[in-house]
């Protein structure tokens, strides 16, 4: 009996879907909606980047826009969002979008994508707004440094050194129900949000700031969540509800596929993590050298943050006198990575 976002019904209600982008990385050449628009009836029920507020998403660094402009950085980016009266009639409504592409060179491999050679996933890195104190260079979006004593000297008072090399996989949380949102907005700019999310005022905080509009123009209905396990603990498919309601003048609900929960959305950070640790006979750590490399994907989301916590923990409970701890939050052409529990 429990009711989910999915079980709403709202007078006029239209069911939207959005448009992802097939390629890793790509220039956006054109964007031709005619097709969906004769199809669903005019303009209003199609959006694309210049619906959007110019907004641009992130935590740490605000890098990520609702839909792509002049580039796409993974496989499922927004590049388009259709509202219809069925889910089946929004699907038809996506195959009439037409969209150029000019392929770019993609990076997969967060080490190489750190090399001073490799091709720029974002050009306009260090011109994003976020934290001042985020140190950010080439494909690197966050680098956090630890230095405590001297690390050099803490190996040559060793009796033993260890070195090992850790790889963590990209999880995908994996909850049953997909996400889910509905919005509506009516006459006076008010917007009501039906959605399943741990964090009421946190959302309504960042979509106050998407569109710009006062916090006391913005409700969020919390939904009974069937499965989260970090995937919904930020904004994700609202905005592109809030989008098309605005848009068509009436409420629109997205519920994702199981291929956009596994393409689209944000799993744990894949990582490599190099620990090397000296240790005297009677078992005292005298130093510790870590490096962490955070693959976050296409845009940077909360790996800053994540970043962070990794260098915080990387010497373990331990009091070791000379520490050196280096993270880096490493963009990709992968599907931005986020919460994971």
């Not at 839909?67 to 195959?95: C, K, N, Q």
């Amino acid at each position: 009996a429990a009711p989910y976002t999915a079980d709403i019904k709202m007078p006029g209600m239209l069911h939207g879907k959005i448009l992802r982008s097939p390629h890793p990385h790509a220039e956006i050449v054109s964007i031709d909606t005619s097709g969906a628009e004769k199809l669903l009836g005019g303009k209003r029920f199609v959006a694309t980047a210049e619906d959007a507020p110019p907004t641009l998403m992130g935590g740490a660094v605000n890098d990520m826009p609702l839909f792509a402009i002049d580039r796409v950085r993974y496989v499922g980016e927004p590049v388009a969002a259709v509202a219809a009266l069925s889910p089946e009639l929004a699907d038809e409504a996506l195959e009439c979008i037409k969209v150029v592409y000019r392929e770019l060179p993609p990076i997969f491999d967060a080490l190489k994508a750190m090399d001073p050679k490799s091709p720029l996933i974002h050009e306009r890195l260090g011109d994003y707004s976020g934290s001042s104190s985020v140190v950010r260079f080439g494909n690197v979006c966050s680098h956090i440094s630890v230095r405590k004593g001297d690390v050099e000297k803490g190996f040559q008072e060793a009796d033993r050194i260890f070195e090992n090399v850790f790889l963590t996989q990209s999880i995908i949380q994996g909850q049953i129900e997909p996400h889910a949102s509905l919005a509506a907005v009516d006459s006076t700019g008010k917007i009501e949000v039906w959605t399943p999310t741990t964090g009421a005022f946190q959302l309504r905080q960042q979509l106050a700031g998407i569109f710009r509009v006062p916090l006391n123009l913005i409700k969020i209905n919390p939904m009974t969540i069937g499965g989260n396990f970090g995937a919904k603990n930020n904004v994700r498919v609202e905005p592109y509800c809030i989008v098309l309601a605005k848009k068509s003048g009436r409420p629109v609900r997205i519920v994702t596929s199981r291929e956009e929960e596994f393409t689209s959305f944000n799993p744990r950070h894949p990582t490599i993590i190099e620990i090397k640790t000296g240790v005297k006979d009677d078992g005292a750590i005298t130093a510790r050298k870590v490096r962490l490399v955070y693959d976050t994907g296409g845009y940077s989301d909360i790996g800053p943050m994540v970043e962070g916590e990794g260098a915080k923990q990387a010497v373990g409970p331990y009091r070791i006198p000379n520490v050196e701890v280096d993270s880096y939050c490493v963009y990709t052409n992968k599907m931005s990575a986020a919460c994971c529990r």
